[in-house]
């Protein structure tokens, strides 16, 4: 059924991200090798990007690679690079006719030069839209972003760019891979895993969490819409008491 963002209610998350995982698990059950999990995905990350942008999510980040993916086998990482490379082409219509800008966040210059070139090209083709943002977590690490960030925070103190006293909570976030971006208002898991895996630990930390038990391949519209009505029954205080909270204005349909 088409829903509206106006049938979440008032609650709506402006940036969602997404750990999408059991692409392998899911082919396995079907009797499949794991890497045709991975080509199912791709289904599924077009009609979940396109659903976000229809709805007016402002930023969607898809965890597809992590550091940590590249222990995996010889075979099933350049299966995932080639994937890579192919979406970032053959998504291109897609991207232009919903208006989506796409960035790449991580060590991206780890990724085989092919790949990075279509990212990069892909970047500058969507750069001029205003809708919804892209952001691909690809050889992407919470640990080694917040490393990375920690290094530069400290070439800058080194040359006297900024004073370790003027170093805030929020002066970190300047120096992560995409700083204009808010944090995650919900972080959904697929395949029923209740861990971040190296994933956004710094701006995740009051994101609304949602574990879908479905394989990322199963995941597509109705299961989106059940996280979004999940998120939208959720009182988000940020250590504070509900009591804090601004007053809930009636609805249209109260007081009558
Ligand atoms: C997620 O699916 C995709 C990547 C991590 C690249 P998995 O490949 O982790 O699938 P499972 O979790 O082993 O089933
Ligand atoms: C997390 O999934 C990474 C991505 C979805 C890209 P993994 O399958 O790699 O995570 P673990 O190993 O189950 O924690
Ligand atoms: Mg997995």
Redesign the pocket.
């Known amino acids: 059924m088409c829903k509206e963002r106006s049938d979440f209610g008032d609650d709506f998350p402006e940036h969602i991200a997404i750990?999408?995982?059991?692409?392998?698990?899911?082919?396995?059950s079907q009797g499949w090798k794991?890497v045709r999990?991975?080509q199912e995905?791709v289904n599924s990350v077009r009609a979940i990007t396109t659903e976000c942008a229809r709805l007016g999510v402002k930023s969607l980040t898809l965890?597809?690679?992590?550091v940590e993916?590249w222990k995996?086998p010889k075979a099933?990482v350049s299966f995932?690079m080639k994937l890579l490379r192919s979406f970032l082409v053959d998504e291109r219509p897609t991207l232009m006719e919903n208006n989506i800008r796409l960035i790449g966040i991580g060590r991206l210059e780890d990724l085989p030069d092919e790949s990075l070139a279509e990212l990069r090209e892909t970047e500058l083709m969507t750069a001029g839209h205003d809708g919804m943002k892209l952001r691909l977590a690809l050889s992407y690490g919470s640990r080694s972003e917040l490393a990375d960030a920690a290094r530069a925070l400290a070439e800058d103190v080194v040359a006297g760019k900024l004073a370790p006293k003027d170093i805030h909570d929020e002066t970190l976030r300047d120096y992560l891979y995409d700083p204009t971006t808010a944090d995650p208002d919900l972080v959904i898991r697929t395949?029923g895993?209740m861990r971040l895996s190296n994933f956004l630990l710094w701006q995740a930390s009051y994101s609304e969490l949602y574990v879908a038990p479905m394989?990322?391949p199963e995941f597509r519209e109705p299961e989106l819409h059940a996280a979004l009505e999940s998120y939208g029954g959720r009182t988000r205080k940020y250590g504070g008491l509900v009591s804090d909270l601004p007053p809930e204005q009636p609805s249209p349909s109260q007081g009558r």
């Open positions: 750990i999408m995982d059991g692409n392998g698990r899911w082919a396995k794991r999990g991975h995905g965890y597809a690679f992590s993916n995996r099933e995932l395949a895993e394989g990322w």
